[in-house]
């Protein structure tokens, strides 16, 4: 994983005989804000109307080399692209099967060994997404429902005679992987491990992202992806990635034009990688093989960016530090980036919740001059200059004594409230860990044993008691499995009652509690002893004032 977590940005490309279509069939628009790479499916293009448009299919213009530069001048360094998505042509020369750009074109050229050759020369990891599950050509494939009756298909002979052969065929003829990016999950975690293991024969250094197995299921493979265009509302325990859009469709349409600025790219970058994350950011292109112009536009400013500023990106680390008005936080080591979004007015810069003592603080883009720093009340207070060098992000890379050390969160609440405590305002140790749910949703999971504690800070500013709701998600067989709660020096113990398959969440009493006053008050869940199994995903604790 250690290129994946020092990259954080890579290009993903959309690119099949979808593209020619350009979100129009037969005279009629894809709905607005459809995938264009969807269209087969959204008009039921019948296979053999489908496959004459592939036929016809003839990219004279590209240029592997010119989009391998343009990831690399946009300061991506892994590439990924579709060598099959869920229309079943194949972007490159399959023996498996004919319907392959290759073979079933006159351009008769193969794209993908073509970008794999221009990323070994430029020091870009080359990867593939391939559509293992959905396939609408195939008569076995997941999906057409329009050309071939569902209650005939054979899914098995599907994934024996194309799916898999054509996955051999990408992981043996093509270099070595970056990853394999598999989407939409497969039907049983069984067939999804025969695709890992593949994987994992004939490339054992190749990743295999989080869309490998079943949406419902545990992860497989070797980090999650978030939903498209994704993004947490806080740092995750694990490895992840989010797939997003540069305007709103995935392959290229010629009705969308609703195109991100680049300081929204910029933005976003900062907030993943501030979060932990990697930004799989993609670009749609035309037919004959050419970027549209304003992506390349967006992403040639976006590397202008990245070119001065690459170093608070590249090798970074989640922040702890909470959200700032100002803007977000990345981390290396003792040093701190401050990505300054919105220019303070007062020319002041305040640093809440880090206990560390400041060596130096210096603009990225002039480090020759030292700003002033000062401290107030527990914040760090650092001067900048009156005008914002960059209007986009300005960073301030600031020298601590050690790696930052990051007072833990504090919960507080109305006078006429109570709390809610999830995954955003705990502090995992031991195995506990804040978690993708890969449904939408987050939870804290993985622990095992009464070493693996989440814990939260309350800052209680009415006293009395508080009725305490806990709301989990637990498999059949983690019923013998009990929490210990404790507030204080007071201890309460539960029992984790099943709640069906995968993340069926509900919500359970867990006693109540006494605040004889108010104050700051540290709540801590774990599992009450030892267990072969996960104790719960929990989802929430909440905390009701119900009188003195
Ligand atoms: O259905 C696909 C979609 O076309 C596109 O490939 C995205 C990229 O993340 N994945 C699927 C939907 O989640």
């Known amino acids: 994983m250690a290129w994946f977590r020092h990259d954080k940005f890579g290009m993903f490309i959309h690119w099949g005989p979808y593209s020619a279509l350009a979100g129009e069939w ?30 016809q299919f003839n990219p004279v213009r590209f240029n592997a080399d010119a989009w391998v530069a343009l990831a690399k001048a946009t300061g991506m360094k892994y590439l990924v692209v579709t060598a099959k998505h869920h229309d079943g ?48 050509d195939d008569p076995n494939g997941f999906g057409n429902n329009w050309d071939y009756n569902p209650a005939k298909k054979n899914f098995s002979q599907y994934i024996e005679t194309k799916a898999k052969p054509q996955l051999k065929e990408l992981l043996t003829n093509y270099g070595p992987l970056g990853l394999v990016w598999f989407d939409r999950g497969m039907d049983t975690p069984q067939h999804a491990a025969e695709f890992a293991d593949l994987v994992h ?9 989080g869309r490998i197995g079943s949406y419902k299921q545990e992860l497989m493979g070797d980090y999650q992806d978030m939903g498209d265009n994704g993004m947490p509302s806080g740092g995750l325990d694990e490895d992840w990635e989010t797939p997003q859009t540069l305007n709103t469709t995935w392959g290229y349409s010629k009705f969308d034009q609703d195109w991100k600025t680049p300081g929204v790219v910029i933005h976003r970058l900062v907030e993943i990688v501030s979060k932990g994350g990697n930004y799989l950011l993609n670009i749609g292109p035309m037919a004959d093989g050419t970027v549209p112009q304003p992506s390349v536009a967006v992403l040639n400013e976006v590397g202008k960016w990245m070119s001065r500023n690459s170093e608070s990106i590249y090798g970074t680390t989640a922040s702890a530090l909470p959200e700032f008005p100002w803007g977000r936080t990345t981390v290396k080591g003792s040093k701190l980036y401050l990505h300054i979004f919105s220019w303070p007015a007062d020319r002041t810069i305040r640093i809440s919740g880090l206990n560390n003592g400041v060596n130096s603080a210096r603009l990225l883009l002039d480090p ?18 009156a005008a914002m060098p ?20 504090v919960v507080t609440q109305d006078s006429d409230t109570g709390f809610e405590l999830n995954y955003l305002t705990a502090v995992t140790t031991g195995n506990a860990k804040k978690r993708f749910n890969r449904d939408g949703g987050f939870h804290i ?22 009725a305490i709701k806990i709301r989990y998600a637990a498999a059949k067989d983690w019923k013998d499995g009990q929490y210990i709660l404790t507030v204080g020096h007071h201890e309460m113990k539960g029992p984790v009652k099943a709640t069906g398959d995968g993340y069926q969440y509900a919500t359970f009493d867990a006693g109540t509690i006494l605040f004889p006053k108010a104050g700051q008050y540290r709540l801590e869940l774990k ?17 009701e004032p119900v009188g003195q």
């Open 26 to 55: 037969n005279n009629q628009q894809i709905p607005p804000h459809t995938e264009a790479e969807w269209i087969m499916q959204r008009f039921n293009i019948p296979v053999a109307d489908y496959r004459e448009r592939a036929h």
């Open 89 to 136: 042509f194949a972007m490159y020369h399959s023996e498996v099967s004919k319907y392959n750009i290759v073979d079933w074109t006159s351009f008769h050229r193969d794209p993908l060994k073509e970008l794999s050759d221009a990323c070994q020369r430029a020091g870009i990891r080359f990867s593939v997404y391939y559509s293992h599950r959905e396939d609408w």
């Open 201 to 209: 024969s004939l490339q054992p250094q190749c990743l295999i992202n």
């Open 368 to 385: 020759t001059h030292k700003l002033p720093v000062a401290s107030q009340d527990g914040n760090i207070l650092i001067t900048v200059p």
């Open 390 to 409: 960059d209007s986009r992000d300005t960073v301030i890379a600031v020298e601590l004594d050690s790696p930052p050390v990051v007072a833990p969160p």
């Open 445 to 466: 999971a993985k622990w095992t044993a009464p070493e693996d504690i989440a814990s939260w800070i309350l800052s209680v500013s009415v006293a009395g008691k508080y």
């Open 527 to 543: 599992p009450a002893e030892k267990y072969s199994h996960y104790l719960m995903y929990l989802e929430s604790l909440t905390l």
